[in-house]
């Protein structure tokens, strides 16, 4: 997916530029207010489960194949995937810790800050989301074509 890094940057950016400038669309947003908090974070933690859950058995099917032909060839797919658990673990706990921050006192007076900490969550949650497609392109690899 050779489009999602600069997708994904334009969204930032959508998202800074709108809390620069109308603060209000992300920081009074009357759903994000209730979903920006452990509600994301609970998604985020099923999200990460299934996707951990899958590259193990990716790992397995690897496994398999490299015994039925005797040979090792997934290791460069074994490191992806391994980087991508990875990722999930680094996104959940950026989650974490920017719900924790954004909850501090000193950001409740200012929507600004609000509005860049809603938007923060949000693309973690798009990055958990875009890495869990990833890692459902490498099942579709190997699922045989029936």
Same mark, same amino acid.
């Given at each position: 997916?050779?489009? #999602?890094?600069?997708?994904?940057? =334009?969204?930032? $950016?959508?998202?800074?530029? +709108?809390?620069?400038? &109308?603060?209000? @669309?992300?920081?009074?947003?009357?759903?994000?207010?209730?979903?920006?908090?452990?509600?994301?974070?609970?998604?985020?933690?099923?999200?990460?489960?299934?996707?951990?859950?899958?590259?193990?058995?990716?790992?397995?099917?690897?496994?398999?194949?490299? #015994?039925?032909?005797?040979?090792? =060839?997934?290791? $460069?797919?074994?490191?992806? +995937?391994?980087?991508? &658990?990875?990722? @999930?673990?680094?996104?959940?706990?950026?989650?974490?810790?920017?719900?924790?921050?954004?909850?501090?006192?000193?950001?409740?007076?200012?929507?600004?800050?609000?509005?860049?900490?809603?938007?923060?969550?949000?693309?973690?949650?798009?990055?958990?989301?875009?890495?869990?497609?990833?890692?459902?392109?490498?099942?579709?690899?190997?699922?045989?074509?029936?």
């Amino acid at each position: 997916m050779k489009i #999602a890094p600069t997708a994904m940057m =334009v969204i930032a $950016a959508v998202f800074i530029i +709108l809390s620069a400038t &109308a603060p209000d @669309f992300l920081a009074d947003n009357k759903f994000l207010i209730g979903f920006v908090n452990q509600e994301i974070l609970s998604i985020m933690a099923v999200i990460m489960t299934i996707s951990i859950a899958t590259i193990a058995t990716i790992h397995i099917w690897f496994n398999e194949l490299e #015994a039925k032909h005797e040979k090792r =060839v997934f290791s $460069a797919a074994r490191m992806e +995937l391994n980087q991508s &658990a990875f990722y @999930f673990v680094i996104l959940f706990v950026a989650q974490l810790v920017c719900l924790v921050v954004r909850s501090f006192s000193i950001f409740e007076s200012s929507k600004v800050a609000v509005s860049l900490f809603n938007g923060a969550s949000l693309m973690l949650l798009l990055l958990s989301l875009v890495t869990l497609l990833d890692v459902l392109g490498v099942v579709r690899a190997l699922t045989p074509k029936d």
